[in-house]
């Protein structure tokens, strides 16, 4: 078996090394971002602000908006991530993230309708209704999935099928209400921009879920043997996929309504992670998640670092260096099969 | 079972990690919090007591105390209301286009770009440290709460606001910076020179005007509910369509079935969808076609920038362009 294999070569390292390097990039990641922006902060300046010798604007920068923004990245990075590394283990498809299931275009399309058609309402409802859509969208998929007994393929293409009404949607409301294309355009890549503290609290959920979905794992790797043998070691494999299905979903949705429809941490992170450490759920959960903050750092700081005080979304430099690994890896598969 | 064991272990361990550093960053949170209430007191028992003006705008109240000279403004027509009363903010969301400006205010002026009017940087407009922000209701409404920790912040109707609401947006500004009788002045004036542009446009008042922004895939009919086409009904001339949207989608069917006299157009850069209608027969068959009244006019001015000043550029730019023949 191909996995087995890869499992071999890749157990070199110890896992809880690898975890804990990944933990300090994302440490040094953080560090050098929070110097990053319009205004540039030089690492010392920084620590002499941290311990108290402080200049009142630079602080003032640091602490509303640098600080909160990389806090969402990491938890946002590692929640898409976790999501997208359990979707790729129900589904059994290495090609399996939160876009496929359907979930992230509901948000999105939630999103697009508060955006278009009430604009004025109060700024809580546009990540409420994002969450609902998810919600909706995952609800629908779980009631179509359940008669046919949750089967890998039944999911993704009653997730796909559900995207691309969805998608449908969307593309209905920004050629109807051509004027207000670039603030939907702008939710629907995802971006950082003007997240603060506020974005933090919303995303406490995920720091319950994400360690919650880490101690699941055990039961994901006997969910990847197969349905007849998980049954044979006494596992409801209907059942756990429902709960796992569950919190992934929360998970994404809750990533989203903060931050927008970002695209391909979900994807990439698992199968950078899986290079890492291999495919046992239980070093892989958590590698996926750290890889999945690690990149979503990256991508936000480079977008405020690179041409100030222009911001690029983080959604597209997600994109930029997530589209081109996808295709390496649909060639690498194919090459596989 | 030992496998159950390592497990215990290893979440645990990532859980703890994942944990500290979360309370770690909480706790700097928490910190910050406390400051920025203090800050707050401070701010407002200071405003209660130096008495200043309470400004009424789209989002709530604003206290403004002495008079702001350093204003960061997020959309163009409030560069324009600042120009009017002979000011040039410190900051401006010039989506990085500096000739924009110029052309805006008539002249290369001193300021710091901060960034698109979409997105403006928080940390530029904090690093200014302005004694007022100007935002639009539109955009900036999510981030209100952010500009008012770095200054006070008027929020006012400026994207895709009309001309009477951009009137009052301009009047709102010169409350704020305490010149509220240069506005009126200054607006009675405005009103003259739109009157006498009135006058002295000799179009057949039957004839209907339609203002356009044409794109490389979409012709845009402004209607008299838009700002321009407000405008030009001010300017006593009739616009082909009227309707409570201010925008209209149209193709070729639709714009020969309205057949207006005059064919006012924004181009936008770049590729042209009027440029594949010239072709079709239908185009050919148009009025303003047949009659050679078709005119091109400036993209920003005519569709971006509004405001005093920009309005009366406009009101000239009709009468120069249709006086013509």
Same mark, same amino acid.
């Given at each position: 078996m191909n996995?087995?294999?890869k499992?071999l070569?890749?157990r070199?390292?110890?896992?809880?090394?690898v975890?804990?390097?990944?933990l300090i990039?994302?440490?040094i990641?953080?560090i050098?971002?929070l110097?990053?922006?319009?205004i &540039?902060?030089?690492p010392s300046?920084?620590?002499r602000?941290?311990?108290g010798?402080?200049?009142q604007s630079?602080?003032f920068i640091?602490?509303?908006y640098?600080?909160p923004?990389i806090?969402?990245?990491?938890i946002?990075?590692a929640?898409?991530a976790?999501a997208?590394?359990?979707? +790729?283990?129900?589904l059994?498809?290495p090609?399996?993230?939160p876009d496929?299931?359907?979930?992230?275009?509901g948000?999105g399309l939630?999103?697009?309708i508060i955006?278009?058609? /009430?604009p004025?309402?109060?700024i809580?409802?546009l990540?409420l209704s994002?969450?609902?859509?998810?919600?909706i969208?995952a609800?629908?998929?779980m009631?179509?999935? &359940?008669k046919k007994? @949750?089967?890998?393929?039944?999911?993704?293409?009653v997730?796909?099928?559900?995207?691309?009404i969805?998608?449908?949607g969307i593309e209905?409301?920004?050629?109807?209400f051509?004027?207000?294309?670039?603030s939907?355009?702008?939710w629907?890549?995802?971006?950082?921009w003007?997240?603060?503290?506020?974005?933090v609290y919303?995303?406490?959920?995920c720091?319950?879920l994400?360690?919650?979905?880490i101690?699941?794992?055990?039961k994901?790797?006997?969910?990847?043997?197969?349905d007849?043998?998980a049954?044979?070691?006494?596992e409801r494999?209907?059942f756990?996929?429902y !709960?796992?299905l569950?919190?992934?979903?929360i998970?994404?949705?809750v990533c989203?309504?903060?931050?927008g429809?970002?695209?391909?941490?979900?994807l !990439?992170a698992p199968?950078i992670?899986?290079r890492?450490?291999g495919?046992?759920f239980?070093?892989?959960?958590? @590698?996926? @998640?750290l890889?999945?903050? @690690?990149?979503?750092?990256v991508?936000?700081s480079?977008?405020r670092?690179l041409?100030?005080p222009l911001e690029?979304?983080?959604?597209?430099i997600?994109?930029?260096?997530?589209? =081109? *690994?996808?295709?390496?890896l649909l060639?690498?598969e194919r090459?596989k099969a | 079972? $030992?496998?159950?064991i390592?497990?215990?272990?290893?979440?645990g361990?990532?859980?703890i990690?994942? /944990?500290?550093?979360?309370?770690v960053l909480?706790?700097?949170?928490?910190?910050q919090?406390?400051t920025?209430?203090? #800050?707050?007191?401070q701010?407002?028992t200071?405003?209660?007591?130096?008495k200043?003006?309470?400004?009424k705008?789209?989002?709530?109240?604003t206290v403004?105390?002495n008079?702001?000279?350093? !204003?960061?403004?997020l959309?163009?027509?409030?560069?324009?209301?600042l120009?009017t009363?002979g000011?040039? =903010?410190l900051?401006i969301?010039? %989506?990085?286009?500096k000739?924009m400006?110029?052309?805006?205010v008539?002249?290369?002026?001193?300021?710091?770009?901060?960034g698109t009017?979409e $997105?403006p940087s928080?940390?530029?407009i904090s690093?200014? $440290?302005?004694?007022?922000?100007?935002a639009d209701?539109?955009?900036h409404s999510?981030?209100?709460?952010?500009? $008012? +920790?770095i200054?006070?912040?008027?929020?006012?109707?400026?994207?895709?606001?009309?001309?009477?609401?951009?009137?009052?947006? /301009?009047?709102?500004?010169?409350?704020?910076?305490?010149q509220?009788?240069t506005?009126?002045?200054?607006?009675s004036e405005h009103?003259k020179?739109?009157n006498? !542009?009135?006058?002295?446009l000799?179009? %057949?008042?039957?004839l209907?005007?339609?203002p356009?922004?044409?794109?490389?895939?979409?012709?845009?009919?402004h209607?008299?509910?838009? &700002?321009?086409g407000?405008?030009?009904?001010?300017l006593?001339?009739?616009v082909?369509i009227?309707?409570? +949207?201010? *925008?209209v989608e149209m193709?070729?069917e639709?714009?020969?079935?309205?057949n207006?006299?005059?064919?006012?157009l924004?181009?936008n850069e770049?590729?042209l969808l009027t440029d594949e209608?010239?072709d079709n027969p239908l185009w050919?068959d148009?009025k303003a076609?047949?009659?050679?009244q078709?005119?091109?006019v400036?993209?920003?001015?005519?569709t971006r920038?509004?405001?005093?000043?920009?309005?009366?550029a406009?009101a000239?730019?009709?009468l120069? #362009?249709?006086n013509e023949?």
């Amino acid at each position: 078996m191909n996995t087995k294999q890869k499992l071999l070569l890749n157990r070199n390292f110890h896992p809880n090394l690898v975890l804990l390097v990944l933990l300090i990039i994302i440490l040094i990641l953080s560090i050098v971002s929070l110097g990053l922006g319009a205004i &540039y902060i030089t690492p010392s300046e920084i620590i002499r602000n941290f311990i108290g010798e402080e200049t009142q604007s630079q602080r003032f920068i640091l602490n509303n908006y640098r600080l909160p923004r990389i806090i969402i990245a990491i938890i946002v990075g590692a929640g898409l991530a976790t999501a997208g590394a359990i979707l +790729q283990g129900i589904l059994r498809n290495p090609l399996a993230s939160p876009d496929v299931i359907g979930v992230t275009k509901g948000a999105g399309l939630a999103a697009v309708i508060i955006i278009v058609l /009430f604009p004025s309402s109060p700024i809580i409802f546009l990540p409420l209704s994002a969450f609902i859509g998810a919600a909706i969208i995952a609800t629908i998929l779980m009631l179509f999935v &359940y008669k046919k007994g @949750a089967q890998p393929n039944t999911l993704a293409l009653v997730g796909i099928a559900l995207g691309a009404i969805c998608q449908a949607g969307i593309e209905y409301f920004m050629i109807k209400f051509p004027d207000n294309v670039n603030s939907t355009l702008l939710w629907l890549t995802g971006s950082l921009w003007a997240r603060g503290w506020e974005h933090v609290y919303i995303l406490l959920p995920c720091l319950i879920l994400i360690p919650l979905l880490i101690g699941l794992t055990s039961k994901l790797d006997i969910l990847s043997l197969g349905d007849d043998i998980a049954t044979s070691l006494g596992e409801r494999s209907k059942f756990l996929r429902y !709960i796992l299905l569950s919190v992934a979903v929360i998970l994404i949705g809750v990533c989203v309504a903060t931050v927008g429809s970002i695209g391909f941490i979900g994807l !990439i992170a698992p199968h950078i992670a899986r290079r890492i450490v291999g495919s046992k759920f239980k070093v892989l959960l958590p @590698a996926s @998640a750290l890889v999945g903050a @690690a990149l979503l750092l990256v991508a936000d700081s480079l977008g405020r670092g690179l041409f100030p005080p222009l911001e690029i979304p983080a959604g597209i430099i997600t994109a930029v260096i997530g589209a =081109p *690994y996808f295709l390496y890896l649909l060639r690498s598969e194919r090459k596989k099969a | 079972m $030992q496998s159950f064991i390592k497990l215990g272990k290893l979440s645990g361990l990532t859980l703890i990690l994942l /944990f500290t550093i979360m309370m770690v960053l909480a706790g700097c949170n928490a910190a910050q919090n406390n400051t920025d209430k203090e #800050k707050e007191e401070q701010t407002s028992t200071g405003a209660k007591e130096s008495k200043g003006r309470v400004i009424k705008h789209e989002m709530g109240e604003t206290v403004i105390k002495n008079t702001p000279k350093k !204003i960061v403004t997020l959309e163009l027509s409030f560069v324009d209301s600042l120009n009017t009363l002979g000011m040039t =903010p410190l900051g401006i969301a010039d %989506d990085n286009k500096k000739d924009m400006i110029a052309k805006l205010v008539g002249s290369d002026i001193d300021y710091t770009s901060v960034g698109t009017r979409e $997105q403006p940087s928080l940390e530029v407009i904090s690093s200014l $440290q302005p004694d007022l922000i100007i935002a639009d209701v539109e955009r900036h409404s999510a981030i209100y709460k952010d500009l $008012q +920790q770095i200054a006070p912040t008027i929020v006012l109707k400026s994207r895709e606001s009309t001309y009477q609401e951009n009137l009052d947006s /301009f009047k709102t500004i010169a409350e704020t910076l305490g010149q509220a009788e240069t506005a009126e002045k200054r607006l009675s004036e405005h009103e003259k020179i739109i009157n006498e !542009i009135n006058s002295k446009l000799n179009l %057949d008042t039957n004839l209907t005007v339609l203002p356009a922004v044409v794109r490389d895939t979409s012709f845009q009919a402004h209607t008299t509910s838009s &700002y321009d086409g407000e405008l030009l009904e001010k300017l006593g001339l009739k616009v082909a369509i009227q309707d409570e +949207q201010p *925008y209209v989608e149209m193709s070729l069917e639709q714009l020969v079935e309205i057949n207006p006299d005059v064919l006012l157009l924004a181009n936008n850069e770049g590729k042209l969808l009027t440029d594949e209608w010239k072709d079709n027969p239908l185009w050919k068959d148009l009025k303003a076609v047949k009659n050679d009244q078709i005119y091109s006019v400036d993209r920003d001015l005519w569709t971006r920038f509004r405001g005093i000043i920009s309005a009366e550029a406009i009101a000239k730019d009709t009468l120069t #362009k249709l006086n013509e023949k």
